[in-house]
């Protein structure tokens, strides 16, 4: 056996490297007293350096290990970084939340539970095999339905879990029973090897991408599989449902493009049709669900669906362009999706309130956060100077370039229609004031001395340093990546769509 | 020899099954074991495929094996959480678990 090809995992190694540290950290640093030491600034200290080994080399380009088993890009290097730094950006803002009373003793649970998910995720992008693929995809859902459920005395947060696992075993259950389908139609669960040899001629092959489309419909939560999304989010803890909703998801997205492009070309025109359907429900339905919700994570919730719908019309394309635009669409909506959840915790921490109506007139006690919050807001609905502009002009570019005029056409409709419930909550921040507050109080915390029974806005309150750190990076991003084109021009420079991905495959076999 | 059709019959009836129960089942721990059915049928697919159509090879059988012991742990995690949702409600119907709907 060959034990350089090890270095080909370099991403995954390093990252169990940061594991087994903290694995360490926490059985000899946590408990009495030493908190300090432990809390937060080691895991994302940890994290931040293996990020940035992760990115150094991605220009290094492609690579395999055990025999096609595990693929390595610079493409897949760029995802896995984008995902490595929401990741920090979660660590930062969950902060507040774990020095909490009752977390105090579970906070390295947390950190490990979620880079596990994160190295699920990692073994999932860089997937050449059905195998691989399906044990990083359950290694990436698995643990996090225990983070969703990790307020443990908390109903709403059990009760989304089960919903969540639930739903994830039904998901793999129909995932699973596809994979079978393909692999009885051809005889080998390599992507390479499969893409070869399906054809569209195969009503097996047909059926196994119908249960595959299934199964990670769940995962990235589009229309007719989304039903779980908004009970999750609302139960889970706020810092899960910010990782929920971007990481998770992203990194499922990725996936689907390069699994469609590897293993189902032949089948371009079933799957297209299909995800047309797909797109255009999960946008306009999730958008009417959006603007009638009042609890703010029920709200992120259903933009989340929408915004998903965008981000698979990356994959409508099948091209060089549509990959690029897809993670160029998971960078910029990371972090102003973050950004906004960062803004969310920070205020549920301070005072207990998660309601859009508990917001009026937050612009006259916290102008700071209101204005961050409004930012981000902005980009998500697509506003010109901010990220999310570019981001969505590139993703409906590729797509109207491919030749999907109609769908390009309702998915700008439907961004007019964003754009009016993203402004409610930038209404209730500046326009309505304190006398607006017609709402009555809704207690969402467990400890009822948190809760604080006034109806007035919101408090000020200092914002904590890490908090504080998370959203200059979640700005900053939103900020730089529309105005600084670099960013797009970088992910594109190692790109590879259905036209490139022979020749992709080719070098990685050399 | 049993045919192969008899036996991908018995892998999709109890994948229906499974679905079917999931859907009906008002006891978690039901839908749990509905959901099982439906990762048992596929691991019966890829050992039958593996076993009638590509006798060449294991890589069926042994996806088959990594399949269970992924639906083990996910059944763990999934009667964990149950457990924890019967501390609170003392019952585990799923009928109970609307807190948070629409």
Same mark, same amino acid.
């Given at each position: 056996?060959?034990?350089?090809?090890?270095?080909?995992?370099?991403?995954?190694?390093?990252?169990?490297?940061?594991?087994?540290?903290?694995?360490?950290?926490?059985?000899?640093?946590?408990?009495?007293?030493?908190?300090?030491? =432990? *809390?937060?600034?080691?895991?994302? #200290?940890?994290?931040?350096?293996?990020?940035?080994? *992760?990115?150094? +080399?991605?220009?290094?380009?492609?690579?395999?290990?055990?025999?096609?088993?595990?693929?390595?890009?610079?493409?897949?290097?760029?995802?896995?970084?984008?995902?490595? #730094?929401?990741?920090?950006?979660?660590?930062?803002?969950?902060?507040?939340?774990?020095?909490?009373?009752?977390?105090?003793?579970?906070?390295?649970?947390? =950190?490990?539970?979620?880079?596990?998910?994160?190295?699920?995720? =990692?073994?999932?992008?860089?997937?050449?095999?059905?195998?691989?693929?399906?044990?990083?995809?359950?290694?990436?859902?698995?643990?996090?339905?225990?983070?969703?459920? !990790?307020?443990?005395?908390?109903?709403?947060?059990?009760?989304?879990?089960?919903?969540?696992?639930?739903?994830?075993? !039904?998901?793999?259950?129909?995932?699973?029973?596809?994979?079978?389908?393909?692999?009885?139609?051809?005889?080998?669960?390599?992507?390479?090897?499969?893409?070869?040899?399906?054809?569209?001629?195969? +009503?097996?092959?047909?059926?196994?991408?119908?249960?595959?489309?299934?199964?990670?419909?769940?995962?990235?939560?589009?229309?007719?599989?989304?039903?779980?999304?908004?009970?999750?989010?609302?139960?889970?803890? %706020?810092?899960?449902?910010?990782?929920?909703?971007?990481?998770?998801?992203?990194?499922?997205?990725?996936?689907?493009?390069?699994?469609?492009?590897?293993?189902? +070309?032949?089948?371009?025109?079933?799957?297209?049709?299909?995800?047309?359907?797909?797109?255009?429900?999960?946008?306009?339905?999730?958008?009417?669900?959006?603007?009638?919700?009042?609890?703010?994570?029920?709200?992120?919730?259903?933009?989340?669906?929408?915004?998903?719908?965008?981000? #698979?019309?990356?994959?409508?394309?099948?091209?060089?362009?549509?990959? %690029?635009?897809?993670?160029?669409?998971?960078?910029?909506?990371?972090?102003?999706?973050?950004?906004?959840?960062?803004?969310?915790?920070?205020?549920?921490?301070?005072?207990?309130?998660? *309601?859009?109506?508990?917001?009026?007139?937050?612009?006259?006690?916290?102008?700071?956060?209101?204005?961050?919050?409004?930012?981000?807001?902005?980009?998500?609905?697509?506003?010109?100077?901010?990220?999310?502009?570019?981001?969505?002009?590139?993703?409906?570019?590729?797509?109207?370039?491919?030749?999907?005029?109609?769908?390009?056409?309702?998915?700008?409709?439907?961004?007019?229609?964003?754009?009016?419930?993203?402004?409610?909550?930038?209404?209730?921040?500046?326009?309505?004031?304190?006398?607006?507050?017609?709402?009555?109080?809704?207690?969402?915390?467990?400890?009822?001395?948190?809760?604080?029974?006034?109806?007035?806005?919101?408090?000020?309150?200092?914002?904590?340093?890490?908090?504080?750190?998370?959203?200059?990076?979640?700005?900053?991003?939103?900020?730089?990546?529309?105005?600084?084109?670099?960013?797009?021009?970088?992910?594109?420079?190692?790109?590879?769509?259905?036209?490139?991905?022979?020749?992709?495959?080719?070098?990685?076999?050399? | 020899?049993?045919?192969?059709?008899?036996? /991908?019959?018995?892998?999709?009836?109890?994948?229906?099954?499974?679905?079917?129960?999931?859907?009906?089942?008002?006891?978690?721990?039901?839908? /749990?074991?509905?959901?099982?059915?439906?990762?048992?049928?596929?691991?019966?697919?890829?050992?039958?495929?593996?076993?009638?159509?590509?006798?060449?090879?294991?890589?069926?059988?042994?996806?088959?094996?990594?399949?269970?012991?992924?639906?083990?742990?996910?059944?763990?995690?999934?009667?964990?959480?149950?457990?924890?949702?019967?501390?609170?409600?003392?019952?585990?119907?799923?009928?109970?678990?609307?807190?948070?709907?629409?």
């Amino acid at each position: 056996m060959d034990y350089s090809q090890f270095l080909n995992m370099q991403a995954e190694l390093s990252l169990l490297a940061v594991i087994v540290i903290l694995f360490v950290a926490d059985l000899f640093m946590c408990g009495d007293g030493k908190k300090g030491v =432990y *809390n937060t600034c080691l895991p994302v #200290v940890l994290l931040t350096i293996h990020t940035v080994l *992760n990115i150094c +080399p991605c220009c290094q380009g492609a690579g395999e290990a055990f025999g096609g088993m595990y693929v390595h890009t610079p493409m897949m290097s760029i995802v896995k970084s984008v995902l490595a #730094v929401g990741t920090i950006v979660t660590f930062l803002m969950a902060h507040k939340w774990l020095s909490r009373e009752e977390n105090l003793i579970k906070q390295g649970e947390f =950190y490990l539970i979620t880079l596990f998910t994160l190295l699920g995720m =990692y073994f999932m992008i860089s997937s050449g095999h059905f195998l691989m693929f399906f044990i990083g995809l359950e290694t990436a859902s698995i643990p996090m339905a225990a983070t969703v459920a !990790f307020d443990k005395n908390r109903y709403e947060s059990a009760e989304a879990g089960a919903k969540f696992i639930l739903l994830a075993l !039904f998901s793999a259950g129909l995932l699973l029973y596809g994979i079978s389908l393909i692999y009885g139609a051809t005889g080998t669960l390599y992507f390479d090897e499969i893409g070869k040899t399906l054809t569209l001629s195969n +009503p097996l092959a047909l059926l196994g991408l119908v249960l595959f489309i299934s199964g990670m419909g769940f995962k990235i939560s589009l229309v007719p599989f989304h039903l779980w999304t908004a009970d999750t989010y609302e139960g889970a803890p %706020t810092v899960v449902t910010g990782f929920l909703s971007v990481i998770s998801k992203g990194s499922a997205a990725f996936v689907l493009f390069t699994v469609l492009i590897k293993v189902f +070309p032949e089948l371009v025109g079933a799957w297209n049709q299909a995800f047309m359907w797909i797109i255009i429900f999960s946008i306009t339905v999730a958008n009417v669900f959006a603007v009638r919700q009042n609890n703010l994570k029920r709200f992120m919730a259903f933009s989340a669906i929408s915004q998903a719908g965008y981000l #698979v019309l990356g994959v409508m394309d099948g091209t060089a362009q549509g990959m %690029t635009s897809l993670v160029f669409y998971l960078l910029v909506y990371m972090v102003a999706n973050l950004g906004a959840f960062a803004v969310i915790t920070t205020i549920e921490e301070n005072s207990g309130k998660i *309601n859009i109506s508990d917001y009026n007139g937050l612009y006259s006690t916290n102008p700071k956060l209101s204005f961050l919050m409004t930012l981000c807001l902005f980009s998500l609905a697509g506003i010109p100077p901010f990220a999310g502009f570019f981001s969505k002009f590139f993703i409906f570019m590729a797509a109207f370039k491919a030749g999907w005029h109609w769908l390009v056409l309702i998915a700008l409709i439907n961004t007019v229609i964003s754009l009016y419930y993203y402004l409610l909550i930038v209404k209730a921040m500046y326009i309505k004031g304190p006398g607006f507050t017609e709402q009555k109080l809704v207690s969402i915390s467990a400890d009822n001395d948190r809760v604080m029974p006034e109806d007035g806005p919101i408090p000020t309150f200092r914002v904590d340093c890490y908090t504080r750190t998370a959203l200059f990076i979640c700005v900053a991003g939103v900020v730089l990546l529309g105005i600084c084109g670099v960013a797009y021009n970088c992910i594109d420079s190692f790109s590879y769509g259905l036209d490139k991905v022979m020749e992709v495959c080719t070098g990685c076999c050399k | 020899m049993i045919s192969i059709e008899l036996l /991908l019959l018995v892998s999709a009836v109890m994948l229906f099954a499974g679905i079917y129960g999931f859907l009906t089942r008002k006891s978690t721990l039901a839908i /749990l074991l509905s959901i099982e059915l439906m990762l048992n049928s596929a691991d019966i697919n890829f050992a039958v495929f593996n076993r009638m159509v590509y006798p060449n090879g294991h890589e069926g059988v042994f996806f088959a094996i990594f399949a269970i012991a992924i639906a083990a742990a996910e059944s763990a995690i999934a009667i964990a959480i149950m457990i924890n949702i019967y501390r609170q409600l003392k019952s585990i119907s799923a009928d109970k678990l609307t807190k948070m709907k629409w």
